[in-house]
């Protein structure tokens, strides 16, 4: 079964449809594909579909496709025959053998060669393959989750993936909404993971997230979605030490320091500059001065809402982070962004 620590959780609106999906699509014999940006949670809820469905006491497999090369990926999925290649000495079965009955994993499909793709699609559709090296034909009997995170019918439309295959995969997919569209998400998993490093560093309570803390996880966009999320609540919690006071310092970016080697790009000139130079292309206009008479409140307004633009951008849209970026506090970004509509 699946671990405790695997528990999905949730309960926003699009976290809860997402759910509903998964069982329903469970217990259909059918291939599924899973596609979501990276730390949405596709490995769990590829076990989740595995679990809610009839093969839950038969194997589950995992395979990550883009971790072998092409021929290896093959021989670990079909397994081989003693002799297929250099080293194979013994014959060795394959995932497709050990999940049969079961499920199979795919992850990171995108990116199987469109050999392997042409054995996948007759092991899917009728259960069939042979071993590498073999001419044996072995019959299985395993229902196939992919999962990925590039978009395949565009791969498929420039020749990098067989259409057949996504058809014949894509009987339902899933979509798994990132982080930031569902924000109900945040705090409950900021919660769940809190708690769980408390307990691992044996505090006795957990103090729970300042205000503060609160709002920076809320306003921040997760690129890294759920995995990202984890991290930052589990470097916060350590860094917080004491396990008494509501823990209020959130670091986004374990990089960040006065000490980090300084990056060769000229994106400093903005803020190093007392007049201002080009915002690295976008604002290149604000530089020079205008032909004609000119409207100097109007012109400086059109310049502060470049530069918070540019703050913003270079924070991957963290406010917490854009404020001292920019020199101001974080009541002061927040006015600025207000007067110039960009919240
Ligand atoms: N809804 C959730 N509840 C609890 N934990 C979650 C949830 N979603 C994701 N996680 C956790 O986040 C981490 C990343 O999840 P997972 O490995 O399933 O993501 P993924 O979509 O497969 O990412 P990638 O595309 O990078 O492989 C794991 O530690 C997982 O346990
Ligand atoms: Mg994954």
């Known amino acids: 079964m699946a671990k405790k620590q695997d528990q999905i959780i949730g309960d926003s609106p699009a976290f809860l449809d997402l759910m509903d999906q998964i069982s329903r699509a469970a217990p259909l014999d059918r291939p599924m594909l899973v596609i979501g940006e990276r730390g949405t949670g596709k490995e769990l809820i590829a076990a989740r579909l595995h679990y809610l469905s009839n093969r ?5 497999q995992k395979m990550n496709c883009a971790a072998l090369a092409e021929t290896l990926l093959e021989s670990e999925l079909f397994g081989y025959e003693p002799g297929a290649f250099t080293g194979a000495r013994n014959r060795r079965a394959g995932r497709f053998e050990a999940a049969d009955e079961g499920s199979l994993f795919l992850d990171e499909i995108g990116t199987m060669s469109m050999s392997a793709q042409e054995k996948l699609l007759r092991v899917i559709e009728y259960g069939e393959f042979e071993r590498v ?3 044996d034909t072995i019959t299985v009997d395993v229902r196939v989750i992919g999962a990925t995170n590039i978009d395949l019918p565009a791969a498929a439309n420039a020749g990098e993936f067989r259409h057949d295959l996504l058809d014949r995969l894509a009987f339902d997919v899933i979509t798994v909404p990132p982080l930031r569209e569902r924000r109900e998400d945040i705090m409950l998993l900021a919660e769940h993971f ?5 307990r691992e560093l044996e505090w006795l309570v957990f103090p729970g997230f300042s205000k503060k803390a609160t709002e ?5 966009h997760w690129p890294g979605n759920v995995r990202e999320l984890k991290n930052v609540v589990e470097r916060a919690i350590y860094r917080a030490w004491d396990g008494e006071q509501p823990v209020c310092d959130i670091i986004f970016d374990p990089f960040e320091s006065p000490f980090r080697p300084p990056v060769k790009t000229n994106r400093k000139q903005v803020a190093a500059s007392p007049t201002p130079g080009p915002i690295q292309g976008e604002a290149k206009t604000i530089d020079k001065s205008p032909d004609g008479p000119f409207d100097l409140r109007e012109e400086v307004a059109a310049f502060e809402k470049k530069l918070y633009e540019h703050a913003m951008e270079e924070n991957r849209f963290n406010q917490r982070a854009a404020a001292p970026y920019a020199g101001l506090s974080y009541d002061q970004l927040r006015h600025g962004l207000k007067k110039h509509e960009l919240l």
């Open 56 to 60: 839950w006491n038969k194997a589950f």
């Open 133 to 135: 090296g073999g001419t």
């Open 194 to 198: 809190g708690m769980a490093m408390a």
């Open 216 to 220: 920076a996880m809320m306003d921040y």
